[in-house]
C-alpha cells in the first residue's frame, strides 16, 4: 500500500444455507458504500459448468479437470447486483436453480477446487476499496481469517427452512430436507455451525430482516471507531 493509502475494510460472514448470508451480506455492502462478494456463486459456476458438459459433481477428477476453466470466470462484486459468468456464459440466474444447488457440494468438497476459488476470493479482497463484505462457509477461518469484522450469522434450521420456502415454494418438507441435506454435507469440509475465536455469532432467529443488517453494521461501525 502507498503510503497515506487508506486499507480496505473487510467484513467477512458465514453461516449455514438460508441464514440470510446473500442476501444481508449484500444489504450490508449497500448501506456501507461497499463491494460484495458471494463466494458460493464460485461453487455453484463450476457445478453448472460441469453438468453442461455432462460431468458428475460427485467425481473428483470431472471437478479437478473443470478447474481449467476457472481462469474464465467472471464474478462481479457490484453490490447492487453480482454478475457470474464462467466459459463464457452469463449464469448469473441459472446457478440459483435447485438443480445446482443439489449438485454443489461435490465441488465443495473437493480439496483443488477451494484452494483453487480461494486464491481468487483473496485476490478480489486485496483489491477492494473502500471495503468488502465477503459471505460464505469458510470467510471468517480460511479465506480472510485477518479481516476487520468477522460474523457466524445464524438462525435455527426452522425459520431457515420458512424463509427458503417462502422464496422458493414447492413442497416444504422437500425443501426442509435439501436444506439439512446440502448443510451436512458441506459441515463435513468446514465448519460454519460454530464460530471461531474472535467470530461474533449473530442469531437472526427473532430479528427482521433490517434489524439483522443494522446488527451487523453497527459491528462494523463500532470497529472502526476502535
Ligand atoms: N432476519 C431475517 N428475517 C426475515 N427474513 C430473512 C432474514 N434474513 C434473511 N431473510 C430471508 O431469508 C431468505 C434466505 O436468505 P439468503 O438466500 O440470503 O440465505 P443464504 O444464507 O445466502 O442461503 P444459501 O447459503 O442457501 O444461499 C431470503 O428470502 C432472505 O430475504
Ligand atoms: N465459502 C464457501 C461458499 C460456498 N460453498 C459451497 O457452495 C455452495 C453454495 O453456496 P451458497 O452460499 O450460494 O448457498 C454451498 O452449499 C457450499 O457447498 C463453500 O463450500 N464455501
Redo the contacts with the bound molecule.
Keep these: 500500500m502507498t503510503a497515506g493509502a487508506q486499507a480496505a475494510t473487510v467484513v467477512a460472514i458465514d453461516?449455514p444455507?438460508?441464514?440470510?448470508?446473500?442476501?444481508?451480506a449484500r444489504a450490508v455492502a449497500r448501506e456501507l458504500g461497499f463491494q460484495f462478494l458471494d463466494t458460493?456463486a464460485a461453487y455453484r459456476a463450476l457445478a453448472w459448468l460441469i453438468l453442461e458438459r455432462g460431468g458428475d459433481t460427485d467425481d473428483p477428477a470431472t471437478v479437478i479437470g473443470a478447474l481449467d476453466s476457472l481462469d474464465s470466470l467472471e464474478l462481479t462484486v457490484d453490490a447492487s447486483g453480482q454478475r457470474v459468468a464462467i466459459a463464457g456464459h452469463d449464469v448469473t440466474e441459472a446457478i440459483r436453480s435447485e438443480r445446482i444447488s443439489a449438485a454443489v457440494s461435490g465441488v465443495a468438497r473437493t480439496l483443488p477446487a477451494r484452494e483453487a476459488v480461494n486464491v481468487r476470493f483473496r485476490a478480489i479482497i486485496a483489491e477492494a476499496r473502500p471495503g468488502i463484505v465477503a459471505?460464505g462457509r469458510d470467510i471468517t477461518t480460511v479465506v480472510a481469517p485477518d479481516a476487520d469484522v468477522r460474523v457466524l450469522l445464524t438462525?435455527d434450521e426452522a425459520v431457515r427452512i420458512r424463509?427458503?420456502f417462502?422464496?422458493v415454494g414447492g413442497d416444504e418438507r422437500q425443501v426442509g430436507a435439501r436444506?439439512a441435506a446440502r448443510d451436512a454435507s458441506d459441515a463435513k469440509v468446514v465448519d460454519f455451525l460454530s464460530a471461531a475465536e474472535g467470530v461474533t455469532v449473530v442469531d437472526?432467529t427473532d430479528?427482521?430482516?433490517d434489524?439483522?443488517v443494522e446488527a451487523i453494521v453497527r459491528l462494523v461501525t463500532e470497529e472502526s471507531h476502535d
Design positions: 453461516g444455507a438460508g441464514s440470510g448470508k446473500s442476501s444481508v458460493g459471505e438462525a424463509r427458503r417462502g422464496d436444506l437472526s430479528l427482521t430482516f434489524e439483522t
